[in-house]
């Protein structure tokens, strides 16, 4: 793995955190009676820390740095513990990376690993890593992964993944890895283009993430084989504990879609097995969920769980760190390391009550204390979705013959196929009679082709909904009522994309997402309200399932069970078969 620094110094810099050291030259800000979590011996020190800069000069208790400029901060009572690193952040879910990491940020999350999946699908390379770049000046570390492959199958959508092009973007400082890759049988199947960007990946000595739920032994030795170093797709301790004897690092999980980690860490502990190989992520959890906290509040359930809390800092921090070549920079309080440093009461408690980044005071009592900024995110090809005229007729799949496959919704994230016949009126499928089923349609946000199908499961009494933020930028339409479904549409396109709900002649719930549809450039706070609005919104229409927002991201995702609506038609998974193919809008 190549350690390139996110934060290099210059060798005056250097000197100066030598000489600081030293006691020579005087500290910026000096923390004093603190006991510090060393996550590299697994104690609690009681020391002092010296910050020149960005970086850490000192630990110890020398005070020789200390003058009349230093700021001095007493700690007495206080634990020192390194900033959280969350190793796989999914950072386009109603939020965008910004108002994640500012959020995140007052809750003592300092480096966030990002993937790149919805930001691929606006932007070329260069584009991409000017984003990158500029993102990359937050207090908050933001890097990234660069995928391989699309999530939904589309043979065009692999010209993005090309050589080339995945070969600039991983010999980018802040790409620290390749993945997740979904598309894993196409690695275990030699396709040229996976083997040729895993060798890639190798060459430049980035970390390989895997996306392998319930994969037997086998292809776990495959994946690893081919060069896959972690997975956080375990959902049981002898998962987990597959993956590390194979030599992958295992990340645990609790998201709002798969909250699994009290299992998993009661397993690991019964287990007795080493942990050092193991780091915890929240996987791109959804809003309401991060109104119990993020990486602190994951934390907190491990403890709760019995796992000692030293060591659950350390799967929060030094083992990240690690394992994405950063520990020369992150991870640890110690000197030359970045001084993302956070302040906690109880060891018990892993919500800081201050946070430094780089130094600075950057929050204090979960309230942030610096400024944000975001991108000019036009510049970057993430603007209002377009809009166009749709019909009726288009949404409402047509007449059909035989056993329709209906796609019925048993969680949140998995479909089963159900082959049904459905009643036909006026040349079009007509399922007023039939309860427990919905129309269920996937817009092109170009507006060439519609996916028109039939849903079960979902929310029985929805009138209409519209969403724009599905992973493969496309608009999903679900409901009972065509002409609500419609108006539903209609305004998602006017308000530039988001999530809207129609009933009864009128809008009752819309949130605008008009960064590509997807994000929005309201806080984390005002995203939690919103989403939690909408949740209790489809609870009341039937919809049973948690994590709604998951079920939408995730309808045109083609790397889940078991049938999908996708740019090609209604998708059985498995077979990577079309069972019914797209229309085109207006005919
Ligand atoms: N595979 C995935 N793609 C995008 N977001 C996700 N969140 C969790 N898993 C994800």
Not at 96 to 101: D, E, G, M, S
Not at 200 to 205: D, I, K, P, Q, V
Request: net charge negative; proline share 5%; charged share 20%.
């Amino acid at each position: 793995m190549k350690n390139q620094k996110l934060r290099p110094l210059n060798r005056q810099s250097l000197y100066n955190l030598i000489c600081t050291a030293k006691g020579d030259v005087k500290a910026d800000l000096y923390i004093t009676d603190s006991m510090v979590v060393n996550v590299y011996t697994g104690e609690l020190v009681k020391s002092n820390v010296a910050i020149k800069g960005r970086h850490i000069a000192y630990v110890g208790d020398a005070v020789n740095m200390v003058g009349k400029e230093t700021r001095v901060l007493n700690a007495k009572g206080l634990y020192l513990c390194p900033g959280y690193i969350e190793p796989h952040a999914h950072p386009f879910q109603t939020y965008n990376p910004v108002t994640l990491a500012e959020k995140v940020m007052t809750l003592g999350t300092t480096t966030l690993i990002c993937d790149s999946l919805f930001f691929f699908n606006n932007m070329d390379e260069r584009q991409l890593t000017h984003l990158w770049q500029e993102l990359a000046e937050l207090p908050v570390k933001i890097l990234w992964g660069v995928r391989l492959d699309p999530q939904t199958y589309s043979p065009q959508r692999m010209e993005q993944f090309s050589m080339q092009r995945i070969e600039y973007l991983l010999d980018q400082t802040v790409a620290r890895q390749a993945g997740e890759l979904t598309d894993w049988p196409s690695l275990i199947s030699g396709r040229e283009q996976m083997l040729n960007n895993m060798l890639t990946a190798s060459r430049l000595g980035k970390r390989v993430e895997g996306h392998a739920p319930g994969a037997s032994l086998q292809t776990l030795n495959a994946l690893t084989s081919g060069g896959v170093t972690a997975c956080h797709e375990s959902i049981t301790g002898e998962e987990a504990i597959q993956r590390l004897r194979l030599g992958m690092y295992a990340t645990l999980r609790h998201s709002s879609l798969r909250p699994d980690l009290p299992k998993l860490l009661q397993d690991l502990l019964n287990a007795k097995v080493d942990l050092r190989r193991t780091m915890i992520t929240t996987d791109g959890t959804t809003p309401p969920t991060i109104q119990h906290g993020f990486t602190d509040y994951i934390l907190r359930l491990a403890i709760e769980s019995g796992l000692p809390p030293v060591e659950a800092y350390r799967m929060a921090t030094i083992n990240p760190a690690t394992y994405y070549g950063l520990d020369n920079e992150l991870g640890g309080i110690a000197p030359g390391k970045l001084a993302d440093i956070l302040f906690l009461e109880d060891l018990t408690n892993p919500t800081p009550v201050k946070v430094l980044t780089e130094g600075t005071l950057a929050a204090e009592k979960g309230r942030k204390l610096i400024e944000f900024d975001q991108p000019n995110w036009q510049d970057y090809n993430i603007t209002s979705i377009s809009s166009y005229h749709i019909e009726r007729t288009d949404i409402i799949p047509p007449a059909y013959d035989g056993l329709f496959p209906v796609m019925q919704f048993v969680s949140p994230a998995i479909t089963k196929q159900r082959d049904l016949k459905l009643p036909v009126r006026d040349g079009v499928i007509d399922i007023t009679g039939e309860s427990g089923l919905i129309y269920a349609a996937l817009l092109d946000h170009m507006g060439n082709w519609i996916c028109s199908g039939i849903a079960g499961g979902f929310a029985d009494d929805l009138s209409g909904m519209a969403c724009s933020n599905t992973y493969s930028g496309d608009i999903a339409v679900l409901g009972r009522n065509p002409e609500e479904m419609l108006r539903a549409t209609r305004r998602v396109f006017d308000i530039g994309g988001g999530v809207v709900v129609a009933e009864d002649g009128q809008i009752v719930f819309e949130l605008p997402l008009t960064l590509g549809g997807m994000m929005s450039d309201q806080s984390l706070d005002e995203l939690i309200a919103k989403c939690q609005e909408l949740y209790s919104l489809l609870a009341k229409k039937g919809h049973t399932h948690y994590d709604l927002l998951y079920t939408i991201h995730f309808l045109s995702a083609t790397h889940l069970p078991e049938i999908r609506l996708s740019p090609h038609g209604i998708f059985a998974v498995k077979e990577k078969k079309v069972l019914m193919p797209t229309r085109k809008i207006g005919i």
